[in-house]
């Protein structure tokens, strides 16, 4: 199969969510900006606390899955459920929403940097009613790969090959096959990530800049590269190096109405889902 082109480049956006925390949102930074079965994808990151600290309070989800991963600082998770977690660097939250859960993520710092991404993965219809479910995972379990010139590539989800050996990430069995990495390359250097020809694949560059596809197109800092149809990814870090999210998963091909926090097929169960929040329904779970 050929390499992965680049098919498009969405800079992320300087915008704010919660209680007013400043980050950075290239998919789903405007109406339809998506990759199937990718919704949203969020950076945040600053050393001023002011541009974190009121963090998320409660907020409902319902219908997709919410994928926190922190490089820096330290998060409080809980959900109507009773779940709480600690996240601090390295760490991951994979949360299925499906049918219904309220949702905080707030800061456990005062100074500091705090430095992170949270992705929504969307559920195909026949899961998205299902009850939900929640998992921390912290740094210890996610496989860090070396590579050449003193790289490293981290394994959340799925597998990686490399050198002859395959890394599985501690996430595995969801319908989409997701695939996600963390990379970090040095100057000039080259990798190459399988992916299943069936998936979508995008890299989000959030260090450097970095090279991909036969042609080795740019794509700059703070913005997410789709990639087209292939069998893998041919990555050639910039001038002074790169660090960047891999994702890629297996798309749900079904139609995609979106209110906020709300992600089901239809207007009408968007319509029961709001009524659920609001009758107190939707956080029972």
């Not at 499906?98 to 026949?126: C, D, K, T, Y």
């Not at 002859?164 to 501690?170: D, K, L, Q």
Request: with cysteine; proline share 9%.
């Amino acid at each position: 199969m050929p390499s992965r082109p680049l098919a498009s480049l969405i800079p992320a956006a300087a915008t704010s969510d919660g209680a007013g925390v400043r980050l950075y949102r290239s998919l789903g930074s405007q109406r339809g900006l998506r990759l199937d079965p990718f919704l949203m994808l969020d950076e945040f990151f600053s050393d001023d606390p002011g541009d974190y600290i009121a963090g998320f309070p409660s907020h409902p989800h319902r219908g997709f899955e919410t994928v926190t991963y922190m490089l820096d600082g330290h998060m409080r998770h809980e959900d109507s459920a009773g779940n709480r977690g600690d996240l601090g660097p390295g760490d991951v939250q994979w949360m299925s929403a499906a049918r219904g859960i309220v949702h905080s993520e707030m800061p456990q710092q005062e100074a500091g940097r705090l430095r992170g991404f949270q992705l929504w993965v969307n559920l195909p219809a026949a899961e998205k009613m299902r009850p939900p479910a929640w998992r921390d995972i912290p740094s210890a379990l996610i496989p860090t790969v070396p590579l050449e010139g003193g790289g490293q590539a981290r394994v959340v989800a799925g597998s990686f090959e490399h050198a002859g050996s395959r890394h599985a990430g501690p996430v595995g069995g969801l319908s989409t096959e997701p695939l996600y990495l963390d990379i970090r390359l040095p100057a000039a250097a080259r990798l190459q990530v399988a992916t299943p020809a069936a998936h979508n694949a995008l890299l989000y560059i959030y260090e450097g800049e970095a090279g991909v596809g036969p042609d080795a197109q740019a794509i700059p800092h703070r913005h997410a590269g789709l990639l087209g149809p292939g069998g893998h990814i041919d990555i050639r870090a910039g001038a002074a190096g790169a660090a960047l999210l891999c994702l890629a998963g297996r798309p749900i091909g079904e139609p995609v109405a979106q209110y906020g926090p709300f992600v089901m097929n239809t207007r009408e169960e968007i319509e029961q889902a709001i009524d659920d929040y609001r009758t107190g329904r939707l956080q029972s779970g």
